[in-house]
């Protein structure tokens, strides 16, 4: 891999995938894969999924190319796919599967609690199921027992002293309703986001510094930052979020729903860095 596109991945995430695929007892090495490979395994590590479109974003190279090369590493027994032609996703064999907005949030019961129009894996062994052939790291992998876990049977859910949902399987916390927020921390966003709130329209590149300010160091849902800035879901996903997620200026906390009304995105410089 490039030297250059190593920054792209949290720290850590090569010299791990180097780790565990180092080529011995009939592993793949990850050194020897080629160029496409080795950056769709580590989208697939530090992201906890990788898709047709990603790859392709990251690496610029043709469609039937990178089919080729995902298909590849299934046949290998490497990546398990979900889903049909371009719009699968992939994740690593013995990784946890990418992140269901009902992992954090449980089974909404109550249709109009997302109503919108009123997010990563780290290199954190945690995740690596002990089971698998190829990631078969001591780890110990935490179930849906543990009183840590955003949600308890599909109900409780665990929120910090910020109010801010927590979550085994995020690196940081997730706003999802203003009003469950400290008065600190909901204060800090509505300073961060009044020029969107006082103003009819602004800026473009003010836009996206207040969505990377707010999104920094926390996950805001669709409908926690269209109730912050005052603007409709639609607008805020066909101008900005969406844009800036291929630009690699915000990630999706649940890459293989990138449409659903839950979804939470955070600031990528947010990622980079951390183990």
């Known amino acids: 891999m490039e030297f250059w ?7 850590g995430t090569v010299e791990t995938l180097q780790q565990v695929f180092h ?29 047709h479109e990603r790859l392709k974003q990251l690496t610029g190279e043709h469609s039937a190319d990178l089919s080729r ?60 199921d002990t089971s698998s052939a190829h990631l078969g790291v001591n780890s110990t992998r935490l179930n849906g027992s543990s009183t ?5 049977n599909g109900k409780n859910i665990e929120r910090d002293q910020d109010g801010c949902i927590i979550s085994q399987r995020l690196k940081f916390p997730v706003v999802d309703k203003l009003d469950k927020l400290s008065d ?24 996206e510094q207040i969505l990377v300010s707010c999104c920094s160091q926390r996950y805001m849902t669709l409908a926690a930052l269209t109730q912050l800035l005052g603007r409709s879901a ?15 200026k915000l990630q999706l906390a649940f890459p293989a729903k990138p449409n659903d009304p839950r979804q939470a995105y955070i600031a990528v410089e947010s990622l980079q860095g951390e183990g």
């Open 5 to 11: 596109m190593i920054d792209l991945f949290p720290t």
């Open 23 to 51: 080529g011995n007892n009939g592993k793949i090495n990850y050194k020897n894969l080629d160029h496409n490979s080795q950056v769709a395994l580590a989208v697939a590590y530090s992201e906890g999924m990788v898709n």
């Open 69 to 128: 090369t995902l298909s590849n590493l299934v046949d290998r027994q490497v990546l398990s796919k979900t889903g049909h032609s371009r719009g699968a996703v992939y994740h690593l064999v013995g990784l946890a599967p990418p992140l269901d907005p009902n992992d954090v949030f449980g089974t909404a019961t109550d249709s109009t609690q997302w109503d919108t129009n009123s997010t990563h894996l780290g290199v954190d062994s945690t995740h690596l």
């Open 148 to 152: 840590h876990l955003g949600v308890k």
């Open 184 to 207: 600190d921390l909901r204060g800090k966003l509505e300073h961060w986001a009044t020029d969107t709130r006082e103003k009819g329209k602004i800026p473009q590149e003010r836009m």
């Open 234 to 248: 639609k607008t805020l996903r066909n101008y900005y979020l969406s844009r800036m997620v291929k630009e690699n």
